[in-house]
């Protein structure tokens, strides 16, 4: 479906229901990308479909917006990791909720924080690094649900989705039943491995 707002306005509607789906955009370039509950999108969706965010006018702005609840589950971590700064406790410069900060790809395609807008080297290239920002929301900052009593029912969910859409972001996940290798031994690794690389250098110590 499309929305004509007027001669120079256009809003298409799409979905994107299986990894693959979003190929059909190829080519379509647009200077707004907005995608509903992104959480639901797999990163290599929402990362090829960023990457039609264009204009042919210099002076046209362009953006997107993932809009979106906490994941609920695992799969959709992905927002976790590309809002590191505002979402990561253990993220070294944590960023204030609508910071600009800005980031390039590595060699290995994962997210390099810079400094600042420009350019930046990875390995022998210069790369223009792109804006991020993140705003945390609540029910309460919606005014038609706030006074309409919703509040209830998500008050009213069985755990875990309450805790997760009420807790926001940060809200630790359980562990599925027949998860491998549980989440806390994996904690407790990092932490031995801080401790390790804090503490001066000793021989005869194995690891």
Do not use: C
């Amino acid at each position: 479906p499309k929305l004509r707002v007027n001669a120079d306005q256009l809003i298409e509607f799409a979905a994107a229901h299986r990894v693959g789906d979003e190929q059909g955009r190829m080519g379509s370039g647009v200077d707004f990308l907005g995608m509903d509950e992104a959480t639901h999108f797999a990163e290599v969706q929402a990362r090829f479909l960023m990457g039609w965010v264009r204009t042919e006018n210099p002076g046209q702005r362009v953006r997107t917006v993932l809009a979106t609840n906490p994941p609920l589950t695992a799969e959709g971590l992905w927002v976790s990791i590309m809002f590191a700064p505002w979402l990561d406790p253990n993220f070294p410069n944590p960023a204030r909720a609508g910071e600009l900060r800005w980031a390039v790809s590595d060699e290995d395609g994962k997210m390099k924080w810079v400094s600042g807008p420009g350019k930046h080297p990875v390995g022998d290239k210069m790369y223009e690094a792109k804006s991020y920002t993140f705003i945390p929301a609540s029910v309460q900052d919606n005014p038609h649900y706030a006074n309409s009593g919703y509040q209830k029912e998500l008050d009213s969910m069985p755990e875990p989705y309450r805790s997760i859409l009420l807790g926001g972001f940060r809200t630790t996940f359980k562990d599925q039943e027949n998860q491998i290798i549980p989440t806390q031994w994996i904690r407790e690794a990092i932490a031995r491995w801080g401790q390790w690389a804090a503490a001066p250098y000793s021989r005869g110590r194995g690891y």
